[in-house]
């Protein structure tokens, strides 16, 4: 069986993200993997192993503040940061696997992550697979809050304010998975105003995803969603026109689709549209 190797990864600043590198010894390919605001590697394990077990290189970095990095917890300088991030990333993994481009997939936020950073820098990228992303969320601080955050990041940018998804119900509905997402101790609980103003600001760069070149991307959807708005989500993808685009929808599952029912299908189509997308001959 397929075990990660912990690592760390080296980010722009200087600081040491914790990773979880899935090696093969010959790789196919190799897929760059973002987890969401309150995850981290280890919600996704399953799937990375699935996509070891198919040949390709994964690496999971825990974004800085989260997961198992214990400095800074759930700050965030700023969007370019955490752009940045995911490109020194994206560059460690292909030096570990020795392959010229990697894959990239994003759950939830980490599916906001994927595309700010391809709008940013499409280079070196063969395809993007987006799980529930939160491009559109459904659920996000109130107005109140948000102006509290606004005050905080001019004086205490570190200042912790709670992420308003710390109802596992949100996620799954499979009951083992709903006590794991309770009890882990490395879940996220509180952002920092820099991180939620960081998040805002990203949106912009979000918005540049149709003026950049076509890769093959792959849209997975929850049809009990509680957290995004499958409707706009469905419909940026689709009006993106991009030659290989494909939506998927698991109509029964909820938002973590890693954790709900018979999660084998979901794995299945995963791998097969990262394999079909490295066949592919680029753009």
């Excluded at 993200?17 to 399953?46: D, F, K, M, N």
């Excluded at 800074?72 to 490109?87: F, H, K, N, T, V």
């Excluded at 107005?143 to 998804?165: C, N, S």
């Excluded at 979901?266 to 592919?280: E, G, K, Q």
Aim: aromatic share 10%; charged share 25%; net charge negative.
């Amino acid at each position: 069986m397929f075990e990660p190797r912990p690592t760390t990864v080296r980010l722009p600043d200087g600081y040491q993200a914790c990773a979880r590198y899935w090696p093969v010894e010959q790789p196919c390919g190799a897929v760059l993997y973002h987890h969401g605001i309150q995850s981290h590697g280890g919600w996704y394990q399953t799937s990375a192993r699935r996509l070891a077990e198919a040949g390709f290189a994964v690496l999971q970095v825990d974004r800085r503040g989260s997961g198992r990095n214990e400095l800074d917890r759930g700050y965030a300088d700023s969007a370019e940061q955490l752009i940045a991030d995911a490109r020194v990333a994206r560059d460690e993994l292909l030096r570990l696997s020795r392959c010229d481009a990697c894959h990239v997939v994003g759950v939830s936020w980490g599916g906001k992550l994927a595309v700010a950073a391809y709008a940013a820098d499409p280079t070196r990228t063969q395809s993007l697979t987006l799980v529930t992303p939160g491009l559109f969320p459904l659920i996000g601080v109130s107005r109140g809050e948000m102006a509290r955050i606004g005050f905080a990041m001019l004086y205490e940018p570190q200042t912790l304010f709670d992420i308003p998804l710390n109802d596992a119900e949100l996620f799954t509905t499979n009951p083992d998975w709903k006590q794991y997402i309770a009890n882990d101790e490395l879940t996220l609980r509180q952002c920092t105003a820099g991180f939620y103003l960081a998040s805002r600001r990203m949106d912009r760069i979000v918005n540049r995803l149709p003026q950049s070149p076509p890769v093959p991307i792959h849209l997975f959807i929850a049809g009990d969603e509680r957290i995004v708005d499958n409707q706009k989500t469905t419909r940026f993808v689709r009006e993106l026109h991009w030659p290989t685009s494909r939506i998927t929808t698991y109509d029964h599952a909820r938002h973590s689709l890693e954790f709900e029912g018979d999660p084998e299908v979901y794995f299945r189509d995963l791998v097969s549209f990262i394999r079909d997308a490295n066949r592919s001959e680029p753009e």
